[in-house]
């Protein structure tokens, strides 16, 4: 009996983080019913298949010591091979991959032969998908505004766009594949009535497996920032140049302290596409769902879901990129308490950068 091998390739911004989060919570009933996540000991499977997807994809660019990569994906391959039943690999930056890749994945993976591969892909709809992604790049160190963000989006410059693009994503990993191993899950548009852990249903369904067999959510992590907060780590990445210190100390003070923990907890207006943008947004999607239609793919959920729905005529757009200096400034001084905080749980050490963090606090509200 062949295994069978699910590759979750993304996209980024449509729930992968909860998915995982899932999964590695309930590693051990899955297992019970052959369904595996791939892992290895002494690593986390999000950690393990993280490292494994980089160096599969040969992403050398990755620094920082979470990003170690070298050897991981055949430690992978090795660790699939010796499951029967269903084995799960998940990672958003898979669908990045180019036919190369792929075509080293089936020949590690012997499919066609003792492995039977589908790909799965998630998908939302672009005007909530954007603003997370815009807001994943400021907390990864970029520097660019919303607008600069949606001009590259739109010319099809960003690396964003080309994983969002599941019609190219799905035709690089399912070229060889029958239409019917290529699933493409939606995610429920915002509001919708539907049971809280919707996508997990869905996605256990896309896997061919039971949902109640996973019954454990794990923490939601990954939760999207209010205007503010995102425009204050983007100051903050232009004063400290973070774009060249991934993976470092800045990395852990402002992504997962700030970013994850701190900020995100704030009350305030959510990011939101303008809406002179939905045109085109709208116009992409339904270019991208008549793919969908045609190829024959297993489509689990609604088309409709990714549908952008038409923007209130009377609601006030706020632009991102304008917030009023005392929105900033609360912001500033919350995240500050936050890094004196921890300067002073770590001691001495941390005087150095609690003092630089001042200084560039000083001149963020004073600009």
Known sequence: ????????????????????????????????????????PLLTPHLFQFRAALDLLNRTDWRGPIAKSDGAWDAMARRIRRHTGTVILSHEILAGAKAKHVARLWDDLDVGNSTELHIVYTARDLARQLPA???????????????????????????FYKVFDFPAVLTT?????????????????????????????????????????GPYEGPRDNRSLGMAETQLIRRLNRRLDRSQRPGGKYDRLIRMMLAEKVLVDRDSERVRVPPSLHPWLAERTERWIEWAEQSGIDVVGSLDDLRVPAPDPEAVWHDPDKIRPRAQLNAALDALAAMTDEAARQGDPGATLTAKVKRASKRLVGS
């Not at 390739?9 to 791939?38: C, F, I, M, W």
């Open 133 to 159: 992604a815009w807001q994943e790049g400021i907390k990864q160190g970029q520097r660019w505004s919303f607008a600069g963000f949606l001009e590259r989006f739109q010319t099809g410059r960003l690396w």
């Open 173 to 213: 990993w399912g070229a060889d594949l029958p239409p019917e191993r290529i699933h493409l899950v939606t995610l429920p548009p915002e509001g919708a009535d539907v049971p809280r852990d919707e996508l997990w249903h869905r996605f256990a369904t896309a896997c061919g497996f039971d949902a109640a067999w």
């Open 1 to 40: 009996m062949k295994r069978r091998v699910y590759v979750h390739v993304g996209a980024p911004k449509t729930g992968t983080t909860y998915l995982q989060n899932r999964l590695t919570a309930s590693l051990g009933v899955l297992a019970e019913h052959d369904v595996h996540y791939a892992t290895k």
